[in-house]
């Protein structure tokens, strides 16, 4: 053994262990940004029925008379709200100046604000409301149990179908036009892969992926099964730790045990799609803002804070474009107490 004095040890300046800055979030594929000039104003929504409504319109024979009148009915107008969300990390200048040239200390800081303020937009978006069956009333569904992709002993377990059924549902309320943004958690699709109604309908499909490194095999053949397009499924698996500071961890998946399943297009004039995600440009035209602050109040070297902020609204104007299925697998056996 060599003598323990001729070397002292030292953190490696080529290696450390820290949790990826950057998850696969799925806020945008459903709500695509749409920047706007003040934190509220209204969205105009027109009468489907009435722009759908069969009228009797026959004129043989009345040529005399004028055709009927087709009027414009509008509803209420919904409305947009942006919040602020906020989040700083502190100038600490003689820990700063003090740390190990490893730890890369500065570049941290503004890592870690922007990973804590994307971590609650991912929640506000994909638990607060796509998640939330009373912002998606009528286009949401807890599975029951008998129905659950991973209830494998049970007859009425029936993902294809289910998520099928789904999809044309959507297609019909949008005038034709199928989902095309699905998200759910890998341990959801191993469920679906592993029933005997997606092995029995795709024993004979034939595969071609052209990029098999970033596809999942069974997300392309179970979106040929359910009519979505090529790469519309996206799997994410992103977590979130519940626990409050100093308590030992509990990581949760954001989708959980949850299949979201949308019509996306991007806002417009005419839209019918989803929603979007309403961010106020008053100050800046980046979804997330980080800015330094100047620090006079805190610490005994003055410094600069790192503040990192989003002013945004995650909005589905048209809940009748997408669905949400929860509890499409039993969180209790499946997921190993990641999901719900």
Same mark, same amino acid.
């Given at each position: 053994?060599?003598?323990?004095?001729?070397?002292? @040890? &030292?953190?490696?300046?080529?290696?450390?262990?820290?949790?990826?800055?950057?998850?696969?979030?799925?806020? #945008?594929?459903?709500?695509?940004?749409?920047?706007?000039?003040?934190?509220?104003?209204?969205?105009?929504?027109?009468?489907?029925?009435?722009?759908?409504?069969?009228?009797?319109?026959?004129?043989?024979?009345?040529?005399?008379?004028?055709?009927?009148?087709?009027?414009?009915?509008?509803?209420?107008?919904?409305?947009?709200?942006?919040?602020?969300?906020?989040?700083? *990390?502190?100038?600490?200048?003689?820990?700063?100046? @003090? =740390?190990?040239?490893?730890?890369?200390?500065?570049?941290?800081?503004?890592?870690?604000?922007?990973?804590?303020?994307?971590? /609650?937009?991912?929640?506000?978006?994909?638990?607060?409301?796509?998640?939330?069956?009373?912002?998606?009333?009528?286009?949401?569904?807890?599975?029951?149990?008998?129905? $659950?992709?991973?209830?494998?002993?049970?007859?009425?377990?029936?993902?294809?179908? &289910?998520? =099928?059924?789904?999809? /044309?549902?959507?297609?019909? $309320?949008?005038?034709?036009?199928?989902?095309?943004?699905?998200?759910?958690? =890998?341990?959801?699709? @191993?469920?679906?892969?592993?029933?005997?109604?997606? &092995?029995?309908?795709?024993?004979?499909?034939?595969?071609?992926?052209?990029?098999?490194? #970033?596809?999942?095999?069974?997300?392309?053949?179970?979106?040929? /099964?359910?009519?979505?397009? *090529?790469?519309?499924?996206?799997?994410?698996?992103?977590?979130?730790?519940?626990? &409050?500071?100093?308590?030992?961890?509990?990581?949760?998946?954001?989708?959980?045990?949850?299949?979201?399943?949308?019509?996306?297009?991007?806002?417009?004039?005419?839209?019918?799609?989803?929603?979007?995600?309403?961010?106020?440009?008053?100050?800046?035209?980046?979804?997330?803002?980080?800015?330094?602050?100047?620090?006079?109040?805190?610490?005994?070297?003055?410094?600069?804070?790192?503040?990192?902020?989003?002013?945004?609204?995650?909005?589905?104007?048209?809940?009748?474009?997408?669905?949400?299925?929860? $509890?499409?697998?039993?969180?209790?056996?499946?997921?190993?107490?990641?999901?719900?």
């Amino acid at each position: 053994m060599p003598a323990p004095f001729v070397h002292i @040890n &030292k953190r490696l300046a080529d290696l450390s262990l820290r949790f990826p800055e950057e998850q696969v979030t799925v806020r #945008s594929d459903f709500f695509p940004r749409k920047p706007v000039e003040h934190l509220t104003d209204l969205i105009t929504q027109w009468n489907r029925a009435n722009i759908l409504r069969l009228d009797d319109l026959d004129m043989s024979g009345a040529d005399e008379e004028l055709p009927g009148i087709v009027p414009l009915v509008l509803d209420a107008n919904q409305n947009y709200s942006c919040k602020i969300w906020a989040a700083r *990390a502190i100038a600490q200048e003689i820990t700063s100046r @003090n =740390s190990d040239a490893s730890l890369d200390y500065e570049v941290e800081r503004a890592l870690m604000v922007k990973q804590r303020l994307s971590t /609650l937009l991912e929640y506000q978006a994909v638990n607060k409301v796509l998640r939330n069956p009373a912002i998606m009333a009528g286009s949401f569904e807890t599975l029951a149990l008998a129905e $659950q992709f991973d209830n494998f002993s049970s007859p009425a377990s029936l993902p294809v179908s &289910k998520l =099928s059924g789904i999809c /044309l549902t959507i297609k019909s $309320q949008t005038g034709g036009n199928m989902p095309n943004v699905c998200s759910m958690s =890998s341990f959801t699709l @191993n469920a679906i892969a592993a029933s005997e109604e997606f &092995k029995d309908r795709s024993k004979y499909t034939t595969l071609v992926v052209g990029d098999p490194a #970033s596809s999942d095999g069974r997300a392309r053949i179970l979106e040929s /099964l359910i009519g979505l397009q *090529a790469g519309a499924i996206k799997l994410t698996d992103a977590v979130y730790n519940t626990a &409050k500071a100093g308590l030992p961890e509990s990581l949760k998946q954001f989708i959980g045990s949850s299949v979201c399943i949308a019509y996306v297009t991007p806002p417009s004039i005419r839209t019918y799609g989803f929603g979007a995600g309403f961010a106020w440009n008053g100050y800046s035209t980046d979804p997330m803002t980080i800015i330094k602050v100047p620090q006079f109040t805190a610490g005994i070297i003055p410094g600069e804070e790192i503040r990192a902020f989003s002013v945004v609204d995650f909005k589905p104007y048209n809940v009748k474009a997408g669905y949400t299925l929860d $509890q499409a697998v039993n969180p209790a056996t499946t997921g190993g107490g990641l999901l719900d």
